[in-house]
């Protein structure tokens, strides 16, 4: 296998049910040591080697496992017997067990060692743990060390976003962990279409947001799904639940350059001229949508109840044939299509990036930076260097193996290899969704599989199955059995195999730089933290109200409203964290 370049793009660690989990109290199989790692070191001398990847003279790591409930080693493996601690062994590692407990009590197990002064030497801590144990000594500062160890392979992983994800890890200046990366990419919104009821009605895929308000339009009065019933509409909007992963509607508004919203919990706070700014508080824009909204709206192209309908009723409708246009990120087909397929075997879901509605290029999908956790290593460790070269070890395996075989035993087999759930730090690769996609759409034109993995295969041979039975004619017959090779044949081709699917989408986002990075990638401010709730709902609410019928000018007293109670002070806190870490 070749080493490949790792594609630029902006990183975050998602919580979409495709995406592969490493979290501790994750389940499905997935196991998790990093939040419970460490070395007891203080015992030894401190050991000089300059080798990034181990040491020549042994070095002890007494660790923590903490494994999900339902995690069952592949083969013949076992906790101290697989192929990571055979290569940990190989590369001068004495790994010993401080302790073995259920994921669900690892980071009780880990508080309470912590407290104790007897705590693993490497661990993984979240954004809000990582400023406290910096402040409070319990973490060292590694920025010598990562200067000194780290391979130019991890500098490349961890750049790319830019580097946002290695700043967001520095306390005063000073960089105390490593982030666990993952694709910002595989969570930005995007627009999904009955591409069905477009060729009915003889409609192509809208690219403004007057071409939308047109098909969304047609797709309620001229029959879609041509059923001679008046019971269709055009486009689902969640909103109970407002600005979230499911056709939230912050997504409309970003195909004007807001960012109202994000389902993260946190305030979607971007860069405007130079200046940190809540991207709600954009007014021009921002009534621009609710004057299109709301026109919609009282047209009958949203559903008469779109403020109270949430996941749910969402999904119910685009499974039912209902709704023929929603927003969410790559995956959002998944469930709509294997639903709706059954209520009508044509129904097909292709995706586009979010119309623009400012002109060309207006459309950019919001997308937050700031790493779900950290690798951090003790300050009472002789060697803190031994956490870069870990994560070196780590990046070497998973994200640059040298061949199949490698790539197998530390990513994992099913029957033979536990792969990563067995490792250390799992430094997975951040691209990996868009790289399944690019191999495996172009596997399912060329019918050569010889470059697939054992993953991407598995897909692969899934969605062959779903083309082939669409080809000749017995799909009906699956589906009407529901057949489960099938159905995840379907799911996975919406977003690897399909032309205009998901992550064909994504590509065209990252290609074209149509995003709207985060302007602050560090944890909440207590002003944030005390002031979202209260915010984050007056604006679900403005907006309702706004598209139900209030007067669209109403919203610039809104943002008036919105920074005295303590909407200007955010963005002042952001504005200062923005202007020290440029």
């Known amino acids: 296998m070749k080493k490949q370049k790792l594609r630029r793009v902006a990183c975050i660690t998602l919580t979409a049910a495709m995406l592969l989990s490493v979290t501790a109290c994750g389940g499905n199989g997935n196991a998790n040591k990093a939040a419970n790692n460490g070395a007891n070191q203080t015992s030894n001398t401190t050991v000089v080697d300059d080798n990034p990847y181990g040491y020549n003279t042994p070095l002890k790591l007494n660790v923590g496992f903490a494994y999900a409930s339902d995690f069952k080693p592949e083969g013949q493996e076992t906790e101290l017997k697989n192929t990571w601690m055979e290569l940990y062994a190989e590369n001068g590692y004495e790994v010993t067990p401080m302790y073995s407990v259920d994921a669900g009590q690892g980071n009780t197990k880990l508080a309470t060692a912590i407290a104790s002064g007897s705590y693993p030497d490497v661990f993984t801590v979240t954004a809000s743990d990582l400023v406290k144990y910096a402040q409070t000594d319990v973490i060292a500062d590694i920025t010598e060390e990562y200067e000194k160890y780290a391979t130019p392979e991890l500098k490349e992983y961890l750049n790319v976003d830019e580097g946002a994800s290695l700043s967001s890890a520095k306390v005063d200046g000073k960089l105390y962990a490593i982030p666990r990366m993952g694709s910002g990419y595989d969570g930005v919104m995007m627009m999904f279409v009955r591409q069905d009821w477009l060729d009915n009605l003889g409609l192509k895929m809208p690219t403004t947001m007057d071409d939308l308000v047109n098909v969304a339009r047609a797709f309620t009065k001229n029959d879609p799904d041509g059923n001679g019933k008046a019971d269709t509409y055009g486009l689902a909007l969640n909103g109970k639940e407002g600005f979230a992963m499911l056709s939230g509607m912050q997504a409309f508004f970003e195909g004007y350059g807001a960012a109202p919203g994000h389902w993260n919990g946190k305030f979607s706070l971007i860069e405007k001229d130079g200046k940190v700014i809540w991207g709600g508080d954009l007014p021009n824009e921002m009534k621009k949508g609710l004057t299109a909204l709301q026109g919609m709206y009282a047209e009958g192209t949203l559903a008469k109840n779109f403020g109270t309908m949430d996941l749910t009723a969402i999904n119910k409708d685009l499974g039912g044939g209902k709704a023929g246009i929603f927003f969410a990120p790559m995956w959002g087909a998944m469930t709509a299509s294997m639903d709706a397929i ?3 075997p044509k129904a097909h879901f292709t995706s586009s990036r979010i119309p623009d509605g400012n002109g060309d ?3 950019k999908a919001y997308m937050p930076t700031l790493p779900e956790a950290y690798w951090v290593v003790s300050s009472k460790a002789k060697n803190p260097e031994a956490l870069i070269k870990l994560v070196n070890l780590s990046v070497q395996k998973l994200i640059h193996p040298s061949s199949d075989e490698e790539f197998n035993k530390y990513y994992g087999l099913a029957g033979k290899y536990s792969g990563w759930k067995f490792s250390l730090i799992q430094s997975l690769n951040p691209l990996k969704n868009l790289e399944n996609y690019y191999k495996e759409s172009k596997a399912l034109q060329s019918g050569d599989v010889s470059e697939l993995n054992v993953e991407q295969k598995g897909d692969y041979t899934n969605m062959k199955y779903y083309l082939d039975a669409m080809n000749s004619g017995t799909a009906e017959g699956m589906i009407a059995a529901k057949d489960a090779t099938f159905l995840s044949g379907l799911s ?8 205009q699917g998901g992550e064909a989408t994504v590509d065209k986002i990252k290609s074209n730089s149509a995003t709207n990075p985060s302007a602050y990638n560090y944890i909440p401010t207590d002003t944030m933290s005390s002031k979202y709730s209260t915010l984050d709902k ?10 139900y019928g209030d007067n669209v000018d109403s919203y ?10 303590g909407g200007e002070a955010v963005t002042k806190e952001a504005q200062e964290w923005y ?4």
């Open 579 to 582: 202007d020290s870490n440029k």
């Open 538 to 547: 007056m604006a679900l609410e403005t907006i309702v109200k706004i598209i």
């Open 556 to 565: 610039d007293k809104f943002l008036e409203s919105w920074k005295a109670l």
């Open 342 to 344: 059954q209520n009508d």
């Open 361 to 363: 290029g207006s459309s």
């Open 492 to 499: 996975l081709y919406t977003v690897f195999g399909d032309p």
